[in-house]
């Protein structure tokens, strides 16, 4: 990855967009490892001066670049695997109020910073290893206005525009008698871990483990092509699993959650069903919808602006109503089949507006498959048996929607 010049706006306040740093190999006992280690990370100073310092094992190509509402830290490598001690990140210490890491993307590894207010990435350097010490990534983070943000913010995105434009093949439409394609969606990720459990258990890994089941009784009708966004443990942002449906020219698209509710109303238990719309059914649902839109800001993805989200709503009123039509088909299919062989919140058909589900030409749900501040619910949703019934469930509501002549064609 190139390296590009730093921001500057007063003395000693420079604000590094990307930052080339090497990292040499330290502990022997890690020469095995392919790609770096990231062992350890922790924060120092207070809200005049917050330094963040990440331990790892080998050198790598590190770019640290600046997001804003909300404002965030982002630190990208390439191949760094995290072994870092379990419950890191949770505290607020100066500028920073949290933070957390995991995998982005494919061969990729990000860091993501959470801060309070505007800021300034005043240095970023690396400390050599030393005697038995690891190398160290070091940022220091400095308070500044919101205009000076803004104004180094803006210089950035031109910088990252740039460096990132790329052709994007055609997308061939599939042949007459293809298979109709289905698109599984394992919400959250990698560095968005998305609900956890008291218990410890957490949505992505829950929702990864349900998503290749039900992709196993698919593919065994022998009448689909079952894709999906996320095979492991990655990041994968909202726009960029729309994106897939579409390249894959998917009929269905299936995003899988697993929803979280506070403890005073943690009795809450069951699936529940969610389609595209621009008014939310409910209050529920409406803070459903902003939870789930969040993830992009959770992994560090700037969010789109409210000029995009009314380009987006247009498109929904005036391309998507056939899609919508048979969303809704699709998801009273599997609250049918739910109803007579698993368990629901709610038999009520709701929707929100969920980015994940605004693709104009791909029929798209999402499905909150229990609850993981119910403890029955978290028992189901990490049972063998449990899954198996309900990618049965599944299974047959989507071979419902497809024997309807509202879906045969095309896909």
Known sequence: MRQLRAWSSVPCLALVVFALVLFPASRPALAEQSGAVAQDA??????????????????VDVNVFA?????????????????????????????????RYGLFAQGKSRIVLDLSGPFLIDRT??????DD?????????????????LAKLKEQRGKIAEAETVERPAVSPPPDDAKPVVVLDPGHGGVDPGAKSAGGVQEKEVVLAFAKRLKAKLEATDRYQVFMTREDDT???????????????????????????????DDARGATV????????????RALAAKENFSDAIAGVELPKDSDEVVTNILIDLAQRETNNRS?????????????????????????????????????????LGFLSNEEDEKQLTSDAWRDRMAVSITAAIDNYFAKRIARAPF
Do not use: C, W
């Not at 804003?68 to 490598?77: E, K, L, M, S």
């Not at 350097?125 to 030393?130: D, G």
């Not at 058909?349 to 749900?365: E, H, I």
């Open 42 to 59: 922790r924060l120092a100073g207070d809200r005049e001066r917050t330094r963040f310092i990440a331990d790892l094992s080998k050198k």
């Open 67 to 99: 997001l804003g509402d909300p404002y965030r830290v982002i630190v990208d490598a390439a191949d760094v695997s995290f072994q870092m001690p379990e419950g890191i990140g949770n505290e607020t210490v100066g500028l920073v109020t949290a933070f």
């Open 125 to 130: 350097f690396v400390l050599a290893p030393r």
């Open 133 to 149: 010490q690891p190398a160290r990534l070091v940022i220091d983070l400095v308070p500044t206005d919101e205009e000076t943000f």
């Open 235 to 265: 990041f994968l942002p909202l726009k960029e699993r729309v994106s897939y449906a579409q390249k894959k020219g998917a009929g269905l698209f299936v995003s899988l959650h697993a929803d979280y509710f506070p403890t005073e109303i």
């Open 274 to 285: 969610f389609t595209l719309s621009e008014e939310a059914t409910d209050d529920e649902a």
């Open 328 to 368: 809704a088909v699709l998801a009273r299919s599997i609250v049918g089949e739910l109803a007579a062989n698993g368990r629901l919140h709610t038999k009520q058909l709701r929707s929100a507006g969920f980015r994940v589900l605004k693709a104009p030409d791909v029929p798209s749900v999402l499905v909150e």
